[in-house]
């Protein structure tokens, strides 16, 4: 008996580390969405977790409510100083949207890279692992939400979604180290446009990293950083953040900046879910393969 | 109905794992530390030390996939890793004497275990790039010291109704 159980054990052994190479192969793979056992499985944590989450942030919000309460005054006085330089800028920025439709129109311009529709969703849960940046919202394929598509805060964009089930979907986030995880970003400088890649975090500093800058332009610290919408995914115009510094990278061929994100990547509680109207790349190309046909 | 018991507490703890992650970062001395929640191998390793082995196993498998799919993405690796552990603490336990502090302490050594056996493995896939004296300072001492205050406040509880629970089956 003993040996036949030592044998047993063996086998269990085995069988279990091919499973578990197989299965992170699986899942490591480049891939549009998960799997639909996946999805189920998701869908129904994702159903508890939607119930297990109302009552925590319940006593969250409760404990936010009141510390909202003790910065009021201190609130009220900066708002009304800002109050003032607002009204002036509603007016000139009405009139600047009047500008550009007219011109838009004599000059035929149709469709905008700027233009999204949005879904707004709850966060439900944060990976409690912390190893991968991801948070979990209340909204999946039911509501139109599909992958790819860009996450914002109303402080600024914290990422975009990963994987979505029928009902919640994974949103990962821009501080998370992903070679795939790639926003193609634009700094507002005087003169002209500076482009510039979203890639990586640099946890000691919290701040992201944007590198593929040409060595030969100047950034200053503190100019803003928003994204292009030449990636074709996300919509322009989303604020990431501002530049604190500019440093050329190893070889001296292409300059990185560290941005300071626009949103707080780890308190976040409501998030829009950005759809491009615009057409991208992939629409493009996939009528231009029907009209061959 | 007792049979419903031990299977809702292991909900209970695999949610509230997700809802006590929004604690962490925490900024202390000016540094960021991570609190990571391993209630649930706190959960899965009292059960196989007062419920049941085998079925501690079913249970370890069943809640990893679910953590697996729904928190990190990356399929089998704490579906594998909750019943190794398991395991590792029953190999543990063949040398010395069971007791309440014992069993709390080797919980313990099993999630810095975990937490080690992760980090390699994102590591080696290139999730995680961080360098082992980080993790350390960053992570694991923090962690571990989170994980030391859940079992101390839930040693007991979980003793006496896994216990019950195991007592009342016999019975019947």
Known sequence: MPSFFRNKRLIVLLVSIILLVALIGFSLRERDNISLPEQFIKDIVGFGQNIASKPASFVQGGFDSVQDLLNTYNENKKLKTRLEELALLQTQVTDLTRDNEALREQTNVEGDIRDYSTTNATVIARNPEQWQDTIIIDKGQVNG?????????????IGRVKDTGQFTSTVELLSARN?????????????????????????????????????????????????????????????????????????????????????????IEHVMVLERTAVGADEIEAEAEEDEE | MIRFVLPLIGIVVFYSESIFATFSPLEVAGDTRLLVPHFLVVFLLFLSFYYNRNTSYIYAFV????????FTGVLGIYMFLFPLL???S????????????????????????????????????????????????????????????????AAYPFKQWMSAVRFRQLED
């Open chain 1, 145 to 157: 939400i599909e992958a790819d598509m860009a996450v914002q805060t109303a402080g600024g964009m």
């Open chain 1, 179 to 267: 070679s795939v995880n790639r926003v193609s970003a634009l700094f507002q400088a005087e003169e002209e446009n500076i482009y510039g890649l979203v890639e990586g975090y640099d946890t000691e500093r919290g701040e992201l990293m944007v590198k593929k800058i040409p060595f030969d332009v100047p950034i200053e610290v503190g100019s803003k950083v928003i994204t292009s919408g030449l990636g074709g995914v996300f919509p322009k115009g989303l604020l990431i953040g501002e530049v604190t510094e500019v440093s050329s990278d190893e070889y001296g061929l292409t300059q990185t900046a560290y941005v300071d994100p626009a949103a707080n990547l780890y308190d």
């Open chain 2, 63 to 70: 809640f990893g996939l679910m953590y697996d799919v729904f």
């Open chain 2, 86 to 88: 398991i395991y590792i």
């Open chain 2, 90 to 153: 029953a190999l543990i336990f063949r040398l010395i004497y069971q007791n309440i502090v014992i069993n709390g302490l080797v919980t313990l050594i099993m999630i810095a275990l975990v937490e080690w056996i992760v980090y390699q493995f994102y590591l080696l896939i290139g999730i995680a790039d961080m360098n082992v004296q980080t993790f350390l300072n960053h992570r694991l001492y923090s962690t571990l010291l989170f994980n030391a205050a859940f079992i101390l406040i």
